[in-house]
């Protein structure tokens, strides 16, 4: 079965960084494209960054890039996001997700809650 | 970047009621459209992929239609396990944004 275990989330203070790691099993993790979304309470879901299966090449929404940093080790079987620079409105649910084919998302870790605040 | 947008926002619906929820696009995204639902404090779930496609497991109650820039969910005779928010997302390209969601209520 395909599983992905998120780990890495907690409270931070603003300007300080976070590393999220995702863990999956069950599939070739160097056959798929990953991302990271993340859902803040009372808002939606947010997709923030995807690594490609080959090559890999990065993507970012303009609310992380340049702060967050997507990287994957598939000889751990893990993808990581690092994050720096947390600000309050970086607080959310953060769920690693795996790529089909194509982007979308067909199965989902639980979620690791990261809370930004002095 | 596309835009997605997604009414209405809120549905509040009967059990057995026939449920629509209408997602657009800013430019068009042809059929790389999916749709997921999320219940309270669990994960997203893929219920259709590609506009139309119903993911393996996923009731034949739901369906989705369309292509370019609108898209739609149906549930045909709402359940109460149907609870939840429903997003759409378009996979056309990088960032793969995703509507605001609908919330649901039986």
């Known amino acids: 079965d395909v599983q992905l275990l998120e780990s890495g989330g907690g409270l931070v203070q603003p300007g300080r960084s976070l590393r999220l790691s995702c863990v999956a099993s069950?599939?070739?993790?160097?056959?798929?494209?990953m991302s990271w979304v993340r859902r803040a309470p009372g808002k939606g879901l947010e997709w923030i960054s995807a690594t490609s299966a080959s090559s890999p090449r990065t993507y970012y929404a303009d609310s992380v890039k340049g702060r967050f940093i997507i990287t994957r080790d598939n000889s751990k079987n893990t993808v990581y996001l690092q994050m720096t620079n947390l600000r309050a409105d970086d607080s959310a649910i953060y769920y690693c997700?795996?790529?089909?084919?194509?982007?979308?998302?067909?199965?989902w870790g639980q979620g690791t809650l990261v809370t930004v605040s002095s | 970047d596309f835009q997605m947008t997604q009414s209405p926002s809120t549905l509040s619906a009967s059990v057995g009621d026939r449920v629509t929820i209408t997602c657009r696009a800013s430019?068009?995204?042809?059929?790389?459209l999916a749709w997921y639902q999320q219940k309270p404090g669990k994960a997203p779930k893929l219920l259709i992929s590609?506009?139309?496609s119903l993911e393996s497991g996923v009731p034949s109650r739901f369906s989705g239609s369309g292509s370019g820039t609108e898209f739609t969910l149906t549930i045909d005779s709402l359940q109460p396990d149907d609870l939840a928010t429903y997003f759409c997302q378009q996979f056309y390209s990088y960032p793969g944004t995703f509507g605001p969601g609908t919330k649901v209520e039986i």
């Open positions: 590609k506009a139309s």
């Open positions: 997700a795996k790529e089909r084919n194509y982007g979308d998302l067909d199965y």
């Open positions: 430019q068009s995204i042809s059929n790389w």
């Open positions: 069950g599939f070739s993790l160097s056959s798929h494209g």
